[in-house]
Nanobody, 116 residues
Framework: QVQVVESGGGLVQPGGSLRLSCAAS????????MGWYRQAPGKQRELVAT???????NYADSLKGRFTISRDNAENTVYLQMNSLKPEDTAVYYC??????????WGRGTQVTVSS
């Protein structure tokens, strides 16, 4: 069993930055793939970025260059650094953790609002 908890969301002005954190606990040794999706009201959930335990990353093309995903040395926490934020980045950001058995665990989400 794996638990996933996001933090770091909030209100930021256009052009500002936020750093989201995602902490995984439980059977951490079984987790291979972690990352972030986001969902705005009335829209489907979309991929933001992913990272594997061996450091391979993947980004949505429209976000590459503004967003950066990383992990800590223990590989039990991932971060999403978001720069040059735009109002269209406003969404609930969800963290996931997936094991080699293809079980996916989701956090409850953290709200990011970009507004002046």
């Amino acid at each position: 069993q794996v638990q996933v908890v996001e933090s770091g969301g909030g209100l930021v002005q256009p052009g500002g930055s936020l750093r989201l954190s995602c902490a995984a606990s439980g059977s951490i040794f079984s987790i291979y793939h972690m990352g972030w999706y986001r969902q705005a009201p009335g829209k489907q959930r979309e991929l933001v970025a992913t990272i594997t335990l061996d450091g391979n990353t993947n980004y949505a093309d429209s976000l590459k260059g503004r967003f950066t995903i990383s992990r800590d040395n223990a590989e039990n926490t991932v971060y999403l650094q978001m720069n040059s934020l735009k109002p269209e980045d406003t969404a609930v950001y969800y963290c996931f953790a997936a094991n080699l058995g293809q079980t996916v665990y989701w956090g409850r989400g953290t709200q990011v609002t970009v507004s002046s």
